[in-house]
């Protein structure tokens, strides 16, 4: 069954590109490939099952971020329209390969955020964020505020995916964001 396999979130369709029925997506990835390849896609408004479509074209915007794709069956402006906010997700069982010390991104949301100096917790990731430069959304233990952390080596200096955790060096004030 299709529908049941493992999905992952790949972008985000953030507006419509001409009249066409093209579409602009947001990816949350670094392998064009997921927007360019041709193939089977889904789509999917949160909190409903995700929709099967075909990829048919796709390319990046000239130095830009985005991608313009078309899908089979969004001829037009309006069907495109409908399609805005959207997640778009490939099988998780379609992950490139990558060499050793590397990981997906996406691995990173519900691994332990540790301080790096004493290893203390102070909580988790909970969600990515692809804005020119990524940014891990961390659940703070106490108090259950949200806090936007840089994904930069200096900030985040070690993941260890297979233990669970990762650790942090913020600099000054960047924790006291959350005690506002």
């Not at 669970?164 to 600099?171: A, I, V």
Request: proline share 8%.
């Amino acid at each position: 069954m299709e529908q049941e396999q493992e999905l992952l979130v790949v972008g985000r369709v953030v507006g419509v590109q001409g009249l066409k029925g093209e579409l602009r997506i947001n990816p949350m990835s670094d392998f064009p490939e997921r927007f360019t390849r041709p193939g089977r896609r889904w789509l999917q408004r949160r909190g409903e099952p995700p929709q099967p479509l075909e990829l048919l074209t796709g390319r990046q915007l000239p130095g830009r971020e985005l991608y313009v794709v078309r899908f089979e069956g969004v001829a037009d402006r309006s069907a495109a329209e409908a399609l805005v906010g959207r997640d778009l997700l490939v099988p998780a069982a379609d992950r490139p390969k990558l060499a050793k010390g590397e990981f997906h991104l996406l691995d990173l949301v519900g691994l332990e955020v540790r301080l790096e100096d004493d290893g203390a917790m102070i909580g988790r990731v909970s969600d990515l964020i692809h804005a020119g430069n990524d940014l891990l959304e961390v659940e703070l233990s106490e108090g259950g505020r949200r806090l936007l952390i840089p994904f930069v080596e200096a900030i985040v200096p070690r993941v260890e995916l297979a233990e669970g955790w990762l650790s942090l060096t913020p600099p000054p004030g960047l924790l006291d964001l959350a005690e506002g």
